[in-house]
């Protein structure tokens, strides 16, 4: 049916609709000024992105169709209601949704010529091909849920004449498929899902040389290190970071020591007051950030982000980082793209691959329904699972583990520079490993360049860049050990043990691989 057609079942009249109030105050307690053609408010009222809410754009979505006047005064109403008991942030995404409904209605509608729109148009036939077109796109069926929910209070909250009760109850039988919750993480997306294990080596060993400008790095820290929502960053106040002094008896002897904490403000589930739940911080990150305060003790603590914008000024921030590191992504061998999400998404995966409870990872996200956890249970066990997976001939590349080179025992320097070191094959921390028979390899660390290894060999040579294998060296007889061990320790022990050892087990298997290819293309 045509928008034409559907005009002439309207009356010609209406029963008038109620005034907006001139001043609306929202869930947090902000007063939002009605009576301009532009609504303002914050994500938060002690911060966070300032939202607009452009009632003529929104009026423009219908052309060539006029959106009538009172219809709009019922989208009017509807927003204000929504402000007195919904985040910010949520209802501004409900007026995004009026927009793309009005622009998406005059294209399936075919309207070509002026006409009129109102409510009374908007049939379960509408309803069901909104949800259809909404399905293939990116919003998938929120918007159907969130033009439901709109319709449901028009029906029986505001009691208006053109929606029509027992279709507002119909529209609850339909399924509206929202996005796969967590589908960046359950798929291990390489640019929105977390970070693996050598990408957060990479951004470790970048904070650690002092890369980027303080305050950047500042950003980057806070969010590797408690995985917040940008939202709570941009509302950190002077007075959240917490600075704790004290003397330590060593020995005999006081030093003082300085500890430091911070309130990071809720976003999640938060309620008309500001909440905030306090976080110890590393020693590294409390010294910058308390370099880097400025103000009174309510001023905000990243004073330098832009106060309308301030979650675009933290993205901007870690790219901004990531360049100055040159950071580059080994499974990608691209720019490594560094967002809030996926270090929040990072830090929970983690917690939850070395054996954190679901209660725990919910506390740490500031979550209350633990539903929304199972998605870091299910892809740090896919981690593992791909870990310890058996690597034949076509390993994966974006999982290598093996980082060294494979030579004869009888080369007389794996590495020219470097002084040859042999790596003895007898392993004190494996009983049932194989006694020396020569060794397992070189290493090509030079202590005057690359500084003194902090590894623990020779377990830990296997992940080395600076490890050269020998090719007949007793590697899967090491494997075999390091299987054999991992397994006993699982029933015995803390699992965040063994699961330290995948790393070096998987170096192992990648290496035998490489072996095994090679004596394929020599047979």
Not at 318 to 346: E, G, I, K, Q
Not at 437 to 456: N, P, Q, Y
């Amino acid at each position: 049916m045509t928008a034409p057609a559907l005009r002439d079942r309207l009356p010609t009249s209406w029963p008038l609709v109620p005034a907006v109030r001139p001043q609306v105050i929202t869930k947090d307690r902000q007063i939002v000024d009605t009576t301009g053609d532009v609504w303002r408010f914050r994500a938060s009222d002690d911060g966070g992105r300032l939202l607009h809410i452009n009632w003529p754009v929104i009026a423009a979505a219908s052309a060539p169709m006029l959106l009538a006047e009172r219809a709009m005064q019922i989208i009017k109403l509807y927003i204000a209601h929504r402000l007195t008991f919904s985040k910010g942030m949520t209802v501004w995404n409900d007026s995004v949704m009026f927009r793309r409904f009005l622009r998406w209605y005059v294209a399936a509608m075919r309207v070509g010529r002026p006409a009129a729109f109102d409510w009374q148009l908007v049939t379960e036939d509408v309803f069901r091909a909104f949800l259809e077109h909404g399905l293939k796109t990116a919003s998938k069926g929120n918007d159907f849920a969130r033009l439901r929910e709109m319709y449901t209070w028009g029906a029986f909250g505001a009691q208006l004449p053109e929606f029509d009760p027992d279709l507002a109850l119909a529209l609850k039988a339909i399924r509206a498929q929202g996005n796969i919750k967590g589908a960046a993480v359950r798929f291990r997306d390489p640019l929105k899902g977390p970070l693996d294990q050598d990408e957060q080596r990479i951004v470790a060993r970048a904070i650690a040389a002092g890369a980027g400008t303080p305050s950047d790095r500042a950003v980057v820290m806070l969010h590797f290190e408690l995985g917040l929502n940008p939202q709570s960053t941009a509302r950190m106040r002077n007075n959240d970071l917490r600075v704790f002094s004290a003397n330590l008896v060593d020995g005999g002897r006081s030093r003082p020591i300085t500890k430091y904490q911070i309130r990071a403000p809720r976003v999640k589930k938060r309620r008309e007051f500001r909440e905030t739940k306090t976080r110890p911080i590393s020693d590294q990150l409390g010294q910058l950030l308390a370099e880097l305060r400025r103000g009174e003790p309510a001023d905000p603590l990243f004073h330098w982000l832009s106060p309308d914008a301030p979650e675009e000024g933290i993205n901007q921030a870690m790219v901004r980082f990531a360049t100055a590191a040159r950071l580059m992504s080994p499974r990608t061998r691209s720019p490594l793209h560094l967002t809030p999400r996926r270090f929040r998404s990072t830090l929970a995966t983690e917690m939850a691959r070395e054996g954190a409870s679901r209660e725990r990872i919910a506390e740490v996200l500031d979550h209350t329904d633990l539903q929304n956890v199972n998605v870091y249970i299910e892809a740090a066990s896919y981690v593992v699972d791909q870990l310890g997976a058996r690597f034949d001939q076509m390993f994966d590349p974006l999982l290598q583990r093996f980082r060294g080179k494979i030579v004869d025992s009888t080369v007389p320097r794996a590495f020219p520079k470097v002084h040859p070191k042999v790596i003895p094959g007898d392993i004190i921390q494996l009983p049932t490993a194989p006694m020396n028979v020569g060794g397992i390899g070189m290493c090509g660390r030079d202590a005057r360049k690359d500084g003194l290894c902090r590894l623990a060999p020779p377990l830990t040579c296997y992940p080395c860049e600076f490890f050269a294998a020998f090719r007949a060296g007793p590697h899967a007889e090491v494997l075999t050990a390091l299987e054999k061990i991992s397994e006993e320790m699982k029933a015995t022990s803390d699992s965040r043990i063994p699961m330290q050892l995948e790393d070096v087990m998987s170096a192992i298997r990648q290496l035998l691989a490489q072996i095994h290819q090679e004596q394929g293309h020599t047979a």
